[in-house]
T-cell receptor
Framework: AQKVTQAQTEISVVEKEDVTLDCVYE???????LFWYKQPPSGELVFLIR??????QNEISGRYSWNFQKSTSSFNFTITASQVVDSAVYFC?????????????FGPGTRLSVLP | DSGVTQTPKHLITATGQRVTLRCSPR?????VYWYQQSLDQGLQFLIQ???????AKGNILERFSAQQFPDLHSELNLSSLELGDSALYFC?????????????FGPGTRLTVT
């Protein structure tokens, strides 16, 4: 069975600090996808990144970076020089890739508060 | 604006009632997903449709059903409502039916069961 753990329930940082959100997953499949989503206070869900299980390259997008390590089943998300607008709940998710469609499992989310 | 629309925005109803939530995907997207977000259950995947056919099922209760119509809009039907069904229901769409496609989320429908 699939499972996603986000051990950090809430994190508070001061603006301009770097922060890392942890995500640990469990799956028996060898082919799967990992995702990060952002849910700002306004409530909408925003897709941030998708990574497949065969691509362990780290990715950087502006102030955001992701570290995928299959050996530890982790897909951590780092925000560099955090800003108040980064305050949101962040969800990590796992999907097993199947021909007949996908089945998503979300972590419980990490609430990030960036203080001015 | 993701291009995914959901109606209504808010819905208040009583226990035992039935409601229908509607979702229109982005233009060109063939796949629609439904999710439920509640305080106690977190964010849960309910069901996926691709070009009118059911593709994947998650934690969807038997009291809930969904369908995708020929014009690709989708409806989620919730019946015999219970207090615990109060939640935010999101719809998302993607171009294809596989996990490799990016999903775009609608603003959600907030359902309150009293």
């Amino acid at each position: 069975a699939q499972k996603v753990t986000q051990a950090q329930t809430e994190i508070s940082v001061v603006e301009k600090e770097d922060v890392t959100l942890d995500c640990v997953y469990e799956t028996r499949d060898t082919t799967y996808y990992l995702f990060w989503y952002k849910q700002p206070p306004s409530g909408e869900l925003v897709f941030l990144i998708r990574r497949n299980s065969f691509d362990e390259q780290n990715e950087i997008s502006g102030r955001y970076s992701w570290n995928f390590q299959k050996s530890t089943s982790s897909f951590n998300f780092t925000i560099t020089a955090s800003q108040v607008v980064d305050s949101a709940v962040y969800f990590c998710a796992l999907s097993e890739a199947r021909n007949y469609g996908q089945n998503f499992v979300f972590g419980p989310g990490t609430r990030l508060s960036v203080l001015p | 604006d993701s291009g995914v629309t959901q109606t209504p925005k808010h819905l208040i109803t009583a226990t035992g009632q039935r409601v229908t939530l509607r979702c229109s995907p982005r233009s060109g997207d063939l796949s629609v997903y439904w999710y439920q977000q509640s305080l106690d259950q977190g964010l849960q995947f309910l069901i996926q449709y691709y070009n009118g056919e059911e593709r994947a099922k998650g934690n969807i209760l038997e009291r809930f059903s969904a369908q995708q119509f020929p014009d690709l809009h989708s409806e989620l039907n919730l019946s015999s409502l219970e207090l615990g069904d109060s939640a935010l229901y999101f719809c998302a769409s993607s171009q294809g039916g596989h996990s490799s496609y990016e999903q775009y989320f609608g603003p959600g429908t907030r359902l309150t069961v009293t």
